[in-house]
């Protein structure tokens, strides 16, 4: 089964500190990768997603995540946080062994800014 | 607001009783997903529909779980006989057609609290 490792469990931050978040996944075959976010008290919403072409992939309010296919890692990335990106991050995959290609997400990372 | 709506929101009840929640998808989203998320974890699988077809549950999903979706457009999920440990955030999305787009889009969400 397939299975989504988020290694930071919390990251505190302060604001214009550089964040990357961890993830890495089980699956060898084809993917479809995700991250979204939670911000407190909203529901998941989509931050980028990659699903084939450039590995690289830009997201909305200045995040972007690498693929690299042979570490199995889609790490997350954003030059400088804001306050406002206090919210917890999860990664998630598609899960091409099944026909509903139902998401299988990580436990999520809860990221604290300081103003 | 078109988005994937829940409800209720919030759902107290005695450790014993049968509780039903709703879902409704986006519009024109053929594929909908049910998901249990508990504190401190990310979202897991429970259950998925292409339209009023269920075709894929998780063993998570015991006999005490039941999901419908009767015209292909709402979704319930009954726990009859809840216990504590049904306790959770229990999350619904949808997603287009095949071929039209591969993101789920989440609701809010009922947060359930067994007592």
């Known amino acids: 089964a397939q299975s989504v490792s988020q290694h930071n469990h919390h990251v505190i931050l302060s604001e214009a500190a550089s964040l990357e978040l961890g993830c890495n996944y089980s699956y060898g075959g084809t993917v479809n990768l995700f991250w979204y976010v939670q911000y407190p008290g909203q529901h998941l919403q989509l931050l980028l997603k990659?699903?084939?072409?450039?590995?690289l992939v830009k997201g909305i309010k200045g995040f972007e995540a690498e693929f690299i296919k042979s570490k199995f890692s889609f790490n997350l990335r954003k030059p400088s946080v804001q306050w406002s990106d206090t919210a917890e991050y999860f990664c998630?995959?598609?899960?091409?062994?099944?026909?509903?290609?139902?998401?299988?997400f990580g436990g999520g990372t809860r990221l604290m800014v300081k103003p | 607001d078109t988005g994937v709506s829940q409800d209720p929101r919030h759902k107290i009840t005695k450790r014993g009783q049968n509780v039903t929640f709703r879902c409704d998808p986006i519009s024109e989203h053929n594929r909908l997903y049910w998901y249990r998320q508990t504190l401190g974890q990310g979202p897991e699988f429970l259950t998925y529909f292409q339209n009023e077809a269920q075709l894929e549950k998780s063993r998570l999903l015991s006999d005490r779980f039941s999901a419908e979706r009767p015209k292909g457009s709402f979704s319930t999920l009954e726990i009859q006989r809840t216990e504590q440990g049904d306790s959770a955030m229990y999350l619904c999305?949808?997603?287009?057609?095949?071929?039209?787009?591969?993101?789920?889009?989440f609701g809010p969400g009922t947060r359930l609290l067994v007592l």
């Open positions: 998630a995959v598609n899960d091409f062994n099944n026909a509903g290609n139902m998401l299988t």
């Open positions: 990659y699903f084939s072409g450039d590995p």
């Open positions: 999305a949808s997603r287009p057609p095949r071929g039209v787009g591969e993101t789920q889009y």
